[in-house]
């Protein structure tokens, strides 16, 4: 078949982000699809050099030709198609991606990154995936209730221009999460990893779990009724005693602004995040470098029971490290308690990481063999095909 991915590559050129969307590209393609890349977001990009966004994207276009070759080689590397937020098109022109899109056999719009706009729209499948559960339904609730501004309002007719609506939010059609359907069908996805590209790594010496993130991310809070959620800032100074309580060492990869001297004053090494995720070869290198992954999620996430599992910590498993998480409702859809621990509170946290430690050796075999079981992206991709009877 012939498949449209879209992505941010681009846009924010971090190598965590990159892999996101290269391993949709990377694994439609070892199913044998001929995949094309578009991006087009309407937006400026962000230039890490100057620590801003700026309109001039000859830095981002280097960047995600590097990464385009790096998906598939010079001689394979995907057809790809990136809109300038002055409306200039660079690889394919405008009109050649518009045939593009009216002769593809499906559309995916990861993130729901990519303006769709009318030369997009030829393609008889376009599918949404929320990777981002919550502030997206929000949007559409707001426009079903007439709350909505004119962005809120904007963004959903983008999202309700699709024909197929995927999630993240593997839990949204049980009772206790309160994610609302907004009148639409979802089916639920997660993450595809490459495992080839992900190879099992094992570090007995390291002695840190880490993580990669943002502190607090610069976008409306959602509502859903009376109640407005709230980020990861929120979520983790509920545990920010942590490192006083257990033998390893307890590392941030952050960006943002965040309470640093707090964190430190708790016991917390932080690192900088741009440092570990400038290029993929760096965050593979932070990732397979560590004992394993410790982390939260942001609290839309948490409680709305969503049942959301973060991309960065499948690519922790696959490369064998024991993954620790907060539990967001995905307990029904991944095992816990061998190489994946969720907790709700400091104890059960500080006893999943005794539990690694107990056994490392085995929670590092787990770790892969779950990876390997739920996120293989021949599996994932093709799971998602059937979905939609392709």
């Not at 049980?174 to 190879?199: A, N, Y």
């Not at 690192?271 to 290198?285: A, I, L, P």
């Not at 029971?305 to 993954?323: N, Q």
């Amino acid at each position: 078949m012939q498949i449209i991915v879209t992505g941010l590559i681009a846009t924010y050129p971090l190598g965590g982000l990159s892999w996101d969307y290269l391993q949709y590209i990377q694994g439609l393609h070892l199913l044998g699809h001929d995949v094309f890349y578009l991006e087009d977001t309407g937006n400026w990009v962000y230039n890490p050099k100057l620590s801003t966004f700026t309109e001039d994207c000859s830095y981002n276009l280097r960047y995600l030709d590097t990464v385009l070759t790096f998906a598939a080689g010079p001689a394979t590397r995907p057809r790809w198609s990136f809109r300038s937020p002055r409306g200039e098109y660079f690889g394919l022109t405008e009109g050649e991606i518009e045939t593009v899109c009216n002769q593809a056999d499906l559309f995916i719009n990861v993130s729901g990154c990519c303006w769709l706009r009318d030369r997009y729209r030829g393609c008889a499948r376009k599918l949404y995936i929320d990777t981002d559960p919550l502030y997206t339904q929000y949007q559409l609730e707001a426009m079903r209730q007439g709350t909505a501004t004119s962005d809120q309002a904007y963004s959903a007719n983008l999202i309700l221009n699709h024909d197929l609506f995927f999630t993240f939010a593997e839990n949204i059609s049980d009772p206790s999460c309160c994610i609302p359907s907004c009148g639409l069908t979802w089916h639920t996805t997660r993450q595809p990893v490459v495992l080839e590209k992900w190879p099992f790594t094992f570090t007995p010496k390291a002695r840190a779990l880490t993580t990669v993130m943002s502190w607090k991310n610069d976008v409306p809070l959602p509502s859903i009724g009376s109640e407005t959620y709230g980020g990861k800032d929120i979520e983790f100074l509920k545990f920010v005693r942590l490192p006083s309580h257990v033998s390893v060492t307890m590392e941030l990869a952050l960006s943002g602004t965040a309470p640093i001297d707090q964190l430190r004053q708790n016991g917390w090494r932080v690192v900088d995040g741009y440092e570990k995720s400038s290029t993929m070869e760096d965050y593979q290198n932070y990732l397979s470098s560590s004992r394993g992954e410790w982390s939260i999620a942001k609290n839309a996430y948490v409680a709305s029971r969503s049942g959301w599992f973060s991309e960065r910590s499948a690519a922790y498993l696959a490369l064998g490290k024991p993954v620790v998480v907060q539990d967001t409702g995905f307990c029904p859809y991944y095992p816990v308690g061998e190489g994946l621990f969720d907790f709700t509170d400091l104890d059960e946290a500080i006893a999943a990481i005794e539990s690694i430690e107990s056994n490392y050796r085995r929670h590092c075999e787990a770790a892969r063999s779950i990876a390997e079981s739920h996120f293989a992206a021949g599996s994932v991709l093709t799971r998602l095909l059937q979905q939609i009877g392709l």
